[in-house]
């Protein structure tokens, strides 16, 4: 008895008594600029789109650990089916009281509050970076994705997926965080810049906001700004087609978009499929 209670009190020790997570992270502001962010506003189903954010130190000292924040919000009138908003047009990235109650929604099925873990990474209503929570009834998990993320993204540009987790195709290219929206990937020295990059395919047709933060570290006590003092952010509204693209496959098997000269280099004169690039000068 006395072996079991000895084993238990060693236990707790080394597992409660350790140094707080955020023990090493330095304490202040991080001046950073976001000097490029891309991604295609107008997308269709099922085609594959990147994702790229570039941010740069323009501070003196080295950044603990870059961490980018990102979430999708469905824009207020989505029509889901028709990939428009009510009027047709994409509508800005304001906040709404029906995202709030969402977002409340999230948390009390996460059964935490994720207010606070990193700086400026208020969740969007989906489970994950790309997700938004359905309003269908009912729904054990109620998170939706609006994009697929390919395997071995988010990762900085130039750099190969890392080493897989079990169970996992391939690895994240050296983003590591325990948050389902934030990816950190590590020390920025100053007047360096890292782009880093998200492949992602669109799977649910409608028009979404999708946001990003930078963070200058993963526990709240190294802050980003900019050099205004602001938070460092930014978003994009997407509007998303229900009308996949239309492909091909190659001769050497690949799938491939169909390009106007692949039909119209069928049809015409010799001299006029020759011009195309689609065959050689023949009789009419």
Request: proline share 8%; net charge negative; with cysteine.
């Amino acid at each position: 008895m006395g072996l079991v209670v000895a084993l238990c009190s060693a236990g707790i020790i080394a597992c409660g008594g350790g140094e707080r997570q955020d023990e090493d992270e330095p304490e202040g502001e991080f001046p950073v600029q976001i000097v490029n962010a891309e991604f295609p506003t107008k997308q269709r189903l099922a085609q594959t789109s990147r994702l790229t954010i570039s941010v740069s130190n323009t501070g003196d000292e080295t950044i603990p650990d870059l961490a980018l924040t990102v979430f999708t919000t469905r824009e207020e009138g989505s029509d889901e089916e028709e990939g428009t908003s009510t009027d047709g047009t994409a509508t800005e990235g304001t906040a709404t009281d029906e995202q709030g109650e969402l977002e409340e929604a999230l948390e009390e099925e996460a059964g935490t509050s994720t207010e606070g873990e990193v700086q400026g990474a208020t969740p969007g209503p989906g489970s994950g970076s790309f997700s938004v929570l359905s309003d269908q009834p009912d729904l054990a998990i109620p998170s939706r994705p609006v994009w697929i993320l390919e395997q071995g993204y988010p990762r900085e540009a130039g750099t190969e997926a890392g080493t897989p987790p079990p169970g996992e195709l391939s690895g994240s290219g050296g983003a590591e965080t325990a948050q389902t929206n934030t990816f950190a990937f590590g020390e920025l020295e100053p007047n360096a810049t890292k782009e880093i990059v998200w492949k992602v395919t669109p799977v649910q047709p409608g028009t979404y906001t999708v946001h990003y933060r930078v963070a200058a570290g993963l526990h709240g006590k190294a802050i980003a700004v900019t050099s205004d003092g602001s938070v460092p952010e930014g978003e994009f509204v997407v509007v998303i087609s229900n009308t996949p693209p239309q492909t091909r496959v190659d001769d050497s098997g690949k799938v491939v978009p169909i390009k106007p000269s692949d039909i119209i280099g069928q049809a015409g004169t010799g001299k006029q499929q020759e011009e195309l690039g689609g065959g050689t000068e023949t009789t009419p």
